[in-house]
């Protein structure tokens, strides 16, 4: 057995003293034992238009003092936090990681706080000597209760820091392909529509952006009119803009008020009024993404969806994980002990890595022992992929050999050379695996002179079925994709789930998989050009884009597959 003391205790000192160190306010160098006080903008909507600097500050908070119901979601997803465990009656509830989460928001009896409660919220938080983040829609001095609030803890005697965020008032016009200004129009004025306005104020061609106008956008257009705008002057009206709900319905002053209706449009929502709006037929990028609004399934380890997650994301798609593969250390760990005692003392000419998983259990034993990178000297090391090698490089490490053609085993194979009596002083291969490995690459390799230590560095097993509502919406048709990434994925999900409906878009990452999902009766749509999950995903996104352009060629309304009545699409058994 390898052993090595570390020190843990040290290690979390300058790991605290790294994260919590060095953090500033507005009025001086903070005591990392005393609180701080920060008011963060959080954009309007959109996660990822957080700033960096507010971002640093959630990782660091002690407590979150929330705005809208979304933000406790967002900081989840920011620090990797796990969803809330659901109540079950009768049991205590867990205690949750992360920061503690406050409703800045609304109160006890579910009304919204007035901005005189919400500042008693934040004072009475920040004395409490903690480190304290108000997380506030869009900026927070503009258009928001931030200076009242931000007054509220200066009389208190707090300091405090301002993080600005980006404003709905651009934003929003900027997702839905609306410049506010160009060289020909260059004037800009923003409202808050209500009862005292006086539209005469606004009858030239500058732009306009009215917040919270969308009840009041007839009698507003009427009174623009009559007061000399044109009622052809070009109107659009984005809902819940910057996110993948977003909705965007173009009209004029003269029907914009029916359109809005036949819309159904609500708060919230941001109306832009002048010549801009005609450049969103032009300029349009957010709605008009491949996958936008599509919901695609991601059946797959929860620990490895992230980078699949990321790409589909930035098609426009919204993911939903769901594991049905659960990677757990191997029952017995002596075989991999020894492996690993052998690697250091010299016993493998070669050690081929099939997954990035098995490069993480081998750096996972390695960090047990108290070993790094450097006994890998002399050592040579396979890669199956440019993933793997990826993970590979991460730890340092660069992998000797790749495959030319095909990223597989067989690939993997078709590129290893023959074991040389002449040229290498080991005939023995390391390759850390998973218990359900197939056998084809250790026979290809004992075909080529080499022996083989097949190890299980890891375990596949079936995980939990998801909730109810995730099945019956699988069942059911209401997601738009699912991609599947192995044969294990596809088996696992209909063992854990049931078989996805068939209008929904099936896509997956090679033949293999493709070839198990047709023996569950599921009909393949996209299969990857390359066994690569980027590639899966942006042949996902090549065959939306297909579609969409089809039904805008048509002149049909642009829907989602999940829209399609079932009939539209034959189903697995009628097509073979």
């Not at 004025?189 to 306009?208: E, H, M, P």
């Not at 850390?432 to 197939?438: H, K, Q």
């Not at 939990?464 to 088996?491: E, L, M, Q, W």
Request: proline share 7%.
């Amino acid at each position: 057995m390898i052993d090595q003391t570390i020190d843990h205790r040290r290690t979390e000192q300058v790991r605290n003293q790294m994260t919590r160190g060095n953090t500033t306010t507005t009025r001086g160098v903070s005591d990392p034992t005393r609180g701080w006080m920060a008011f963060v903008g959080a954009g309007p909507g959109d996660p990822e238009l957080l700033t960096v600097r507010a971002a640093e500050l959630l990782r660091q908070a002690d407590v979150v003092i929330t705005e809208a119901p979304e933000h406790a979601a967002m900081v989840r997803g920011l620090l990797g936090l796990p969803d809330p465990t659901p109540i079950v009656e009768g049991e205590e509830p867990e205690p949750l990681a992360g920061p503690e989460i406050v409703d800045g928001g609304f109160g006890e009896d579910g009304q919204p706080l007035t901005h005189a409660a919400r500042a008693k919220v934040v004072v009475r938080q920040a004395k409490r000597g903690r480190h304290v983040v108000r997380l506030m829609t869009g900026d927070p001095f503009l258009y928001a209760s931030g200076p009242e609030e931000a007054q509220a803890v200066a009389k208190a005697g707090l300091a405090f820091e301002i993080v600005p965020g980006v404003s709905s008032v651009g934003a929003v016009p900027a997702y839905a392909g609306i410049p506010l200004t160009t060289k020909d129009f260059r004037e800009v004025s923003v409202v808050t529509c209500g009862d005292k306005i006086d539209w005469s104020r606004y009858a030239d061609d500058r732009t306009l952006v009215l917040l919270s106008g969308v009840g009041l956008i007839g009698d507003i257009a009427a009174a623009l009119v009559a007061a000399g705008r044109s009622a052809q002057s070009p109107v659009s009206m984005t809902r819940v803009g910057t996110t993948t709900e977003q909705v965007t319905v173009t009209s004029t002053l003269e029907h914009v008020a029916a359109d809005a209706r036949a819309a159904r449009m609500s708060p919230p929502a941001v109306i832009v009024i002048g010549a801009v709006v005609n450049l969103r037929e032009t300029l349009s990028w957010f709605e008009t993404k491949p996958l936008f609004g599509w919901r695609v399934l991601v059946p797959r380890t929860k620990d490895q969806a992230g980078p699949l997650v990321s790409r589909l994301r930035g098609y426009g798609a919204v993911p939903a994980e769901v594991p049905t593969i659960s990677v757990e250390p191997p029952r017995n760990p002596l075989q991999m002990d020894k492996a690993v005692r052998g690697l250091v003392e010299g016993r493998y000419e070669w050690i081929a890595f099939t997954s990035v998983n098995a490069v993480r259990a081998v750096r996972e034993k390695f960090e047990e022992y108290g070993l790094d990178a450097r006994a890998f000297s002399g050592l040579k090391i396979a890669a199956v992929g440019d993933k793997t090698a990826q993970a590979i490089a991460a730890w340092g490490l660069r992998a000797d050999l790749l495959p030319s053609g095909e990223q597989s085993a067989a690939g993997l194979l078709a590129d290893w050379p023959e074991y040389d009596e002449l040229l290498d002083p080991i005939n023995r291969v390391f390759l850390p695996r998973a218990d359900i490995a197939t056998e084809n690459l250790v026979a290809g390799l004992v075909d080529l002179g080499w022996e083989c230590d097949d190890v299980t560095a890891y375990r596949t097993v079936r995980a939990a079925p998801p909730p109810a509502p995730i099945r019956d919406a699988i069942k059911a048709g209401k997601f738009d994709a699912v991609v599947f990434t192995s044969s294990s994925t596809v088996r696992n999900l209909v063992g854990i789930a049931g078989k996805p409906h068939p209008s929904t878009i099936i896509a997956v990452i090679g033949p293999a998989t493709a070839k198990t999902a047709e023996e569950h009766g599921l009909r393949v749509d996209v299969l990857a050009p390359k066994p690569d999950v980027d590639a899966l995903v942006d042949a996902l996104a090549d065959f939306g884009g297909a579609r969409r352009i089809a039904m805008v060629e048509a002149g049909q309304p642009v829907t989602r597959p999940s829209e399609r009545k079932p009939s539209a699409r034959r189903k697995a058994s009628s097509s073979r």
